[in-house]
């Protein structure tokens, strides 16, 4: 290296060093911003380093696990980085997860602390103080409890709770190099700049709205946090804020739509990113009409990856039904039933290798082992996901469902996201959701919309054929969501039973 020539900056190792980069880039510039005001990433740091004391003088420290219900306020953020200072283990949870989902993940991870409502987080009277406490020095981390075969020996830096299918929490453990891995696949992707504003109005629980605390700070912009209690004025709070870059779930893309046909000034947002639950071709084409000069990119992914494939903004204009590329450094392969690998065009298990597949499934060694499997040697792991899905011959992923989720209408497979994504591609439909035939009920298909049932299922048909075509639609004036935004299933069972 030539003399008076800087160094490259050391590749991150762990979380909170995303944070010491923003804060070397750009010291004063904004960093993060809730109802309650801004930090600027040097505050941010002060706030964790008085964090990282306050969580200490309560007994966290290495291996600690630290439960925060992630309301949507600066601390957390600062919570979230000082657990990685300690070398502890961040497990967020939904506001409103309710009492006994959270009771089984406290019992399931054992924390060592929880923090239950905003009133129990750190006082912010602490966390502005001039003179933040210094935290102790950090001890080698742990190994991974009841990680995969392979798995990194770093400690975790996040638990992240889904109930997937099954309806029981599972804490997929998610170590500091996986975390920082997909960090930076995905940033290659989205390309956030220094002068973005991203709105995060998804729940800090979400891995989804999680992560764009950690994107932010790879790129040094601005997160703004907002609250469900803000929604009526959420346009406002983008436009005020200069928000550029709006995170979606097909809920929140409804809520601005609507709230943008009372409040038509402009914006300056010029991305919007959709995973979780797809959006319907006409949201899309909504949000790009309203937002002048905005793009949509889509994206597909499940915790235990973070994130498997993205498309190129507005890459569905020209592939509506793909799910995007794998992310670079990562290989997606089609197995069969027997696990070989299916030729370009046909449908079977969608599997990920990579450095962003992350350790396994907290405690639960049986379920690690037959979703983590060994691939061979060098020590990769092939994450079996459960889903099924096809690529073509340019290297798309088309997502066609969960292996729960495929089954025969009249002698003919059929998936339910083939249903639901032809029922969002009816003109007129916002949003679908289809419960296939089984224990609780017939097969029907919801739709949000001013069509009438038989105008569905006509449509319908026209797309998927008369065998594969549900018999039953309800036209609901909306459809109920979890606290992710996603489509609460088990609550439209529940409806459907009852009538």
């Known amino acids: 290296m030539s003399e008076g020539r800087d160094a490259a900056p050391a590749r991150p190792r762990r979380v909170?060093?995303?944070?010491?980069?923003?804060?070397?880039?750009?010291?004063?510039?904004?960093?993060?911003?809730?109802?309650?005001?801004?930090?600027?990433?040097?505050?941010?740091?002060?706030?964790?380093?008085?964090c990282a004391g306050w969580l200490a003088e309560r007994g966290v420290g290495t291996g600690s696990r630290v439960v925060v219900v992630a309301a949507t306020d600066r601390r957390v953020v600062a919570l979230l980085y000082a657990c990685s200072v300690l070398d502890a283990c961040f497990v967020p949870l939904a506001p409103d997860s309710g009492e006994r989902y959270r009771r089984q993940v406290v019992a399931d991870c054992g924390p060592d602390l929880v923090l239950t409502d905003a009133d129990a987080l750190p006082p912010h009277a602490l966390l502005t103080a001039a003179e933040a406490p210094a935290p102790p020095p950090a001890t080698p981390p742990p190994p991974t409890p009841a990680a995969g075969p392979e798995a990194d020996q770093d400690g975790p830096a996040l638990l992240i709770y889904t109930s997937g299918s099954t309806g029981s929490p599972k804490g997929v453990v998610c170590p500091h190099p996986q975390v920082l891995s997909a960090c930076s696949a995905i940033a290659e992707r989205l390309r956030y700049q220094a002068d973005d504003v991203v709105l995060c109005r998804l729940p800090l629980s979400f891995d989804y709205g999680l992560y764009q605390v950690l994107l932010c700070a790879l790129a040094a912009c601005r997160l703004v946090l907002a609250g469900p209690g803000g929604d009526l004025g959420l346009l406002a709070t983008a436009r005020r804020?200069?928000?550029?870059?709006?995170?979606?779930?097909?809920?929140?893309?409804?809520?601005?739509?609507?709230?943008?046909?009372?409040?038509?000034?402009?914006?300056?947002?010029?991305?919007?990113?959709?995973?979780?639950?797809?959006?319907?071709?006409?949201?899309?084409a909504a949000l790009r009409e309203r937002?002048?000069?905005?793009?949509?990119?889509?994206?597909?992914?499940?915790?235990?990856?973070?994130?498997?494939?993205?498309?190129?903004?507005?890459?569905?204009?020209?592939?509506?039904?793909?799910?995007?590329?794998?992310?670079?450094?990562?290989?997606?392969?089609?197995l069969g039933p027997g696990g070989e690998p299916l030729p370009t065009g046909e449908t079977g298990e969608i599997t990920v290798t990579g450095p962003h597949v992350m350790a396994g499934y907290w405690r639960a060694p049986e379920l690690t082992r037959r979703t983590f499997r060994p691939d061979g040697p060098g020590g990769r792991v092939r994450l079996h996901t459960g889903d099924f899905g096809r690529l073509d011959a340019d290297g798309y992923l088309y997502f066609a469902g969960r292996r729960d989720d495929v089954f025969k209408s009249n002698g003919v497979r059929t998936s339910v996201a083939e249903i639901e994504s032809a029922a969002r591609d009816v003109p007129g439909v916002t949003e679908a959701a289809?419960?296939?035939?089984?224990?609780?009920?017939?097969?029907?298909?919801?739709?949000?919309?001013?069509?009438?049932?038989?105008?569905?299922?006509?449509?319908?048909r026209r797309l998927l054929g008369p065998d594969k075509a549900p018999a039953r639609c309800l036209v609901a004036p909306a459809l109920p969501h979890g606290p992710n935004g996603k489509i609460d299933r088990a609550a439209l069972r529940t409806r459907q039973e009852s009538r």
């Open 16 to 50: 909170h060093e995303l944070l010491d980069a923003a804060v070397a880039a750009r010291p004063q510039a904004a960093a993060v911003t809730d109802p309650a005001g801004t930090w600027t990433w040097a505050e941010l740091s002060g706030a964790v380093r008085g």
């Open 241 to 284: 804020t200069g928000v550029t870059v709006v995170p979606l779930v097909p809920s929140l893309a409804d809520l601005l739509l609507r709230l943008a046909r009372r409040d038509t000034g402009p914006t300056r947002i010029r991305l919007f990113t959709n995973t979780g639950e797809a959006l319907a071709p006409a949201a899309r």
């Open 291 to 334: 937002f002048a000069g905005a793009r949509v990119q889509l994206m597909f992914g499940i915790t235990e990856c973070k994130r498997v494939a993205i498309m190129e903004p507005d890459g569905d204009l020209a592939r509506p039904h793909a799910v995007g590329r794998p992310l670079t450094g990562t290989t997606v392969d089609i």
């Open 434 to 460: 289809f419960l296939p035939p089984g224990a609780g009920g017939p097969a029907v298909l919801y739709a949000v919309t001013d069509l009438t049932p038989e105008a569905v299922l006509r449509a319908v």
